[in-house]
């Protein structure tokens, strides 16, 4: 019985056995190398980015970008506001505000205080 596979194993012996032998000029000449190094640092230098300065920023847009843009400034100048209005007023008068210590407060006494009356009482019609 012959093996079928066998000519094609003969074919590819060839190519092996070349592939095994020694070669001649393993190394390229100098002069070929120099030539390529040049047309090498020729090509890069001609692909190289040209960078440009960055543009110099005023101090009052960085800074603006530093904190987050207009949304975060105007969440600062909100803080910045009711803490003058804490300030200036005092927090004695915000105690109307406050929770007790207990956490018990009577909100009709409160909403009365003010001249606030409930839902309720509008519509039954009293006062």
């Not at 590819?12 to 190394?27: I, K, N, S, T, V």
Request: glycine share 12%; proline share 6%.
């Amino acid at each position: 019985m012959t093996n079928p596979h066998q000519s094609d194993d003969a074919m590819l012996q060839g190519f092996f056995d070349a592939a095994r032998a020694p070669a001649h000029d393993a190394e390229p000449s100098g002069d070929f190398m120099a030539r390529m190094l040049n047309d090498a640092f020729d090509v890069q230098d001609a692909q190289a980015p040209v960078v440009q300065p960055a543009a110099r920023r005023p101090w009052h847009v960085a800074l603006l970008d530093a904190v987050g843009g207009w949304p975060s400034l105007a969440g600062m100048a909100v803080a910045t506001v009711a803490g003058v209005w804490i300030g200036v007023v005092g927090p004695s008068a915000l105690a109307d505000f406050a929770v007790t210590g207990t956490g018990e407060y009577d909100s009709a006494a409160l909403a009365s205080d003010y001249g606030l009356t409930s839902g309720f009482e509008t519509l039954l019609g009293g006062s």
